[in-house]
């Protein structure tokens, strides 16, 4: 298993800010992925964060609007650029630790409202 | 590129009835399937997976589900539904892509009432 901790928890940010969300494992992993979920909506993969190499995003997300870095097995930070009210979502921290049949453990995710 | 459809947003059951969750997959090869539930202000949990063998898959809470290829279904049933089981349940479906990713789909809303 793994546990995972999120920072912020929740924050409010003005329209064309910058917010960096931090994700902290207990245990060294390999895949990381970061999800989007709007309100009442379902969770949509933003991307996927693998140490030693570049993000790779899903079709509708690029590296200028949400930067990722993955400096260790451990941690993880994604960024949400020049933030406009459709950003305000939950943005959810994952990992997997048993490839495409494993189990994905979560944070509790940083629910992000842009005034 | 696989993909879940969830039959419901929301589904509401009395406590002590039967639930029954829907779930559909897309997939041009043998998938990996997993049911998650979400409670309030919560990170996901696994409730079951399957991945092979045992098409009738038993999980956390007294959850199961069958893998049926020929409906390409994964539903989610639980023979009585209890109070502590209101919460948001996601089908997902995994898939291998170099590394691999895992797809949710929409989301059913599970309300029991007293």
């Known amino acids: 298993s793994a546990v995972i901790s999120q920072k912020p928890s929740r924050d409010i940010c003005q329209r064309g800010t910058s917010l960096t969300i931090q994700c902290q494992v207990d245990s060294q992993v390999t895949m990381m992925f970061w999800y989007r979920q709007q309100p009442g909506q379902s969770l949509t993969l933003i991307a996927t964060a693998n140490q030693g190499s570049e993000a790779t995003y899903e079709s509708g997300f690029v590296i200028d609007k949400f930067p990722i870095s993955r400096p260790n097995l451990t941690f993880s930070t994604l960024t949400v650029s020049n933030m406009s009210p459709e950003d305000s979502s939950i943005y959810l921290c994952?990992?997997?630790?048993?490839?495409?049949?494993?189990?994905?453990?979560f944070g509790e995710g940083s629910r992000l409202t842009v005034l | 590129a696989q993909s879940v459809t969830q039959l419901g947003s929301h589904v509401s059951v009395s406590e002590g009835a039967l639930v029954l969750l829907r779930c559909n997959y897309s997939?041009?090869?043998?998938?990996?399937l997993f049911w998650y539930v979400q409670y309030p202000n919560q990170g996901l949990q696994l409730l079951l997976k399957?991945?092979?063998?045992?098409?009738l898959v038993k999980g956390i809470n007294g959850f199961e589900a069958e893998f049926k290829k020929s409906e390409t279904s994964f539903h989610l049933t639980k023979p009585s539904a209890h109070m502590s089981d209101a919460a948001e349940y996601f089908c997902a479906v995994s898939e291998s892509t170099g590394g691999f990713k895992t797809i949710f789909g929409a989301g059913t809303r599970l309300f029991v009432k007293a």
């Open positions: 994952s990992v997997g630790t048993g490839g495409p049949t494993g189990e994905l453990f």
């Open positions: 997939s041009s090869v043998p998938p990996y």
């Open positions: 399957y991945t092979t063998g045992a098409t």
